[in-house]
Structures are given as structure tokens and as C-alpha cells.
Nanobody, 120 residues
Framework: QVQLVESGGGAVQPGGSLRLSCAAS????????MAWYRQAPGKERELVAT???????NYADSMKGRFTISGDNAKNTVYLQMNSLEPEDTAVYYC??????????????WGQGTQVTVSS
């Protein structure tokens, strides 16, 4: 079984920073892509950023320049550095991973989510 466990959420004032981490554990061969999504109250889950095992990154337009995603393949961990946080960034942040358990078979896994609250 594969598990993704997030950490690093919390409450911060506008303009502040937080760093989220997500570590994958369990029995698998490799992870091709990891990502962060978020879901604000009353809204649909939306993509924040993705990173491939090769280091390629992609960001939602509203996060460009403020958020940085990075991955550590050796630790099967993905990070999200969030700067200049705004109240609109308040949401539950979910970790995502595309995990290969055999050379040809992969499936998606999600973490349980971590709350980020931006408020004065």
C-alpha cells in the first residue's frame, strides 16, 4: 500500500510564508509526477503545481512567482514553498502522486490534506 503524508500547514498572516511537505511511503517502484492541489470552502479542487521526476515544473497562473514546487526523488518527497500568502490562498492543500507499483502499471494517490489559513 502507498501512502502520501502531508505536513507543514497552519495559520499565517497575509504576506507570510509556509512550506508544505509530502512524503510517499510504501511499496512501489517509482513516482513519475507529484503535485499539490487545493480546495477552498465551497469551491472545487484546483491544481497548484506539478513536478516530474525529471524536475520539470508547472504552475497555475495565480501561483506563479509566489509558490515554488520542488521534489526530492531520493526521499520520495515533494515540497511547496508558499510566499506572499493571501487570504485567498486559504484552503486544504492536497498532495498527489502518480505512482508505479510495477514497470507498466501506475495509479494516482492522494494525501489526506493539510489546512492552510491566511488571516490577520
Amino acid at each position: 500500500q502507498v501512502q502520501l503524508v502531508e505536513s507543514g500547514g497552519g495559520a499565517v498572516q497575509p504576506g507570510g510564508s509556509l512550506r508544505l511537505s509530502c512524503a510517499a511511503s510504501g511499496s512501489f517502484l517509482r513516482i513519475s509526477t507529484m503535485a499539490w492541489y487545493r480546495q477552498a470552502p465551497g469551491k472545487e479542487r484546483e491544481l497548484v503545481a506539478t513536478v516530474t521526476s525529471g524536475g520539470s515544473t508547472n504552475y497555475a497562473d495565480s501561483m506563479k512567482g509566489r509558490f515554488t514546487i520542488s521534489g526530492d526523488n531520493a526521499k520520495n518527497t515533494v515540497y511547496l514553498q508558499m510566499n506572499s500568502l493571501e487570504p485567498e490562498d486559504t484552503a486544504v492543500y492536497y498532495c498527489y502522486g502518480r505512482v508505479y507499483t510495477t514497470p507498466l502499471y501506475s495509479r494516482s494517490y492522494w494525501g489526506q490534506g493539510t489546512q492552510v489559513t491566511v488571516s490577520s
